[in-house]
């Protein structure tokens, strides 16, 4: 059974950095993509980034391209999201995710159940 746990999150303030850490188990870790995506409050799931098992490869929302970071270690098993600069719109419940390919849609095949990140100004 595939699980994906979140940590990492808390109460920040505007312009402190964060680093939110995706846990997984019961996956071959070298058959997936893995995500992340947030969502705020009457808004969609958005995609943030996403990178292959290798960590050869990264893809970045261009909202986040410019302060946020995607990691992965393939000894421990986690995927990492560094955020820098945060803003108050950052503010949300965010997503660690699972997939077969690389994809911007929330379609992803397995799903942690998220994390709340408050930003407050």
């Known amino acids: 059974q595939v699980q994906l746990v979140e940590s990492g999150g808390g109460l920040v303030q505007a312009g402190d950095s964060v680093t939110l850490s995706c846990a997984f188990s019961?996956?071959?870790?070298?058959?997936?993509?893995w995500g992340w995506f947030r969502q705020a409050p009457r808004k969609e799931r958005e995609f943030l980034a996403a990178?292959?098992?290798?960590?050869?490869?990264?893809d970045y929302a261009d909202a986040v391209k410019d302060r946020f970071i995607i990691s992965r270690d393939v000894w421990k098993n986690t995927v990492s999201l560094q955020m820098n600069n945060l803003k108050p719109e950052d503010a949300a419940r965010y997503y660690c995710?699972?997939?077969?390919?690389?994809?911007?849609?929330?379609?992803?095949?397995?799903w942690g159940r998220g994390i709340q990140v408050p930003v407050s100004s």
């Open positions: 990178i292959d098992w290798r960590g050869a490869t990264t």
């Open positions: 995710a699972c997939n077969s390919a690389f994809s911007r849609k929330p379609e992803y095949g397995c």
């Open positions: 019961g996956v071959v870790y070298g058959n997936y993509v």
